[in-house]
């Protein structure tokens, strides 16, 4: 097996056959035509890359370094520690510091407990309606915008991939709701101050290129065991690894055309336009008086 560019011995099968070198050259130019393409990353932006430690937002962090002088942005990583026993890992914060250093990156570092001032975090899900992923989520989401419009980022960068956006397109696309739509785009923009754009710079590459561009940079991780792409278990994954096998380019097809179609005509594709209000505990930006998060913190004070 040969490298399709250099012809030498390859190393990697994914799509298509290449060495390391040809292969990292090829993941990086993919990323930097979306940024260009889309307006991702402009002169003098300011962007907040939420890193967790695994291959994915790694990947993305270690990109938008290598590309930062291209497109003249500054970057900055936040680690956030759900503090979740079963999804914590006591090396990520480690890992992640030492990542930045070497590149010499601005790193910060925060955790549920330390930002929302909650010392009994397990309360929050157990009180919580939503499944723990559901909550963790909600709460991640809360936080990472929060933290970058308080210090000054007008950018918010995470590693959602092809495989991402196509599983919670088909996974809400079977329950009828279809409010998210303009949310599967590789950048989703500021509607209101407070809310920061969202970007999402590896939305055209699969997961296990990120795995394949990590391991080739010789960059460490540290995976959530919850969320390990080789020991996860859903049925979402075991559905797409069956098309890999007999259509390798569905998924990126998929995502290409999701980026580019504008749904029309479909009954309750779009909710009607909310009005948001700021959080009348927290300021943060709601589609009710009291933001979902200040919510399940009410709820804590209540009981306790």
Not at 269 to 282: A, F, P, S, V
Request: a positive charge; one cysteine or more.
């Amino acid at each position: 097996m040969k490298c399709i560019v250099c012809k030498r011995d390859a190393e990697v099968k994914i799509i298509a056959s290449f060495c390391s070198d040809c292969f990292i050259n090829h993941y990086e130019r993919r990323v930097e035509r979306l940024i260009k393409k889309w307006r991702l990353a402009n002169k003098g932006d300011r962007i907040l890359i939420s890193v967790s430690g695994g291959k994915d937002s790694l990947s993305c962090a270690e990109v938008l370094y290598r590309l930062r002088n291209k497109f003249q942005y500054e970057i900055a990583v936040l680690n956030l520690d759900v503090n979740i026993s079963q999804c914590s890992n006591e090396r990520t914060k480690k890992v992640v510091e030492n990542f930045c250093k070497e590149r010499n990156i601005p790193f910060y570092f925060t955790s549920f407990a330390e930002y929302l001032k909650i010392s009994e975090i397990d309360k929050l899900f157990k009180i919580s309606r939503r499944p723990v992923c559901g909550t963790c989520g909600m709460i991640k989401r809360y936080i990472f915008n929060r933290f970058a419009y308080e210090n000054n980022f007008n950018k918010l960068a995470t590693g959602h991939c092809a495989d991402d956006i196509i599983k919670f397109f088909f996974k809400n696309f079977e329950s009828g709701y279809f409010s998210w739509i303009d949310k599967l785009k590789p950048i989703t923009p500021s509607f209101h101050p407070k809310v920061i754009t969202r970007i999402r710079p590896l939305y055209t590459c699969l997961e296990i290129e990120n795995y394949a561009y990590v391991k080739f940079k010789n960059i460490e991780i540290a995976t959530c065991v919850m969320c390990s792409y080789f020991t996860r278990k859903d049925k979402w994954d075991e559905i797409f690894r069956f098309i890999d096998e007999k259509k390798p380019q569905f998924k990126l097809n998929f995502v290409r055309n999701l980026a580019e179609v504008e749904i029309k005509g479909i009954k309750d594709m779009k909710e009607e336009k909310k009005e948001y209000n700021e959080c009348e505990i927290c300021g943060e930006i709601t589609d009710k008086k009291i933001c979902a998060v200040c919510n399940l913190k009410s709820k804590i004070l209540k009981k306790n």
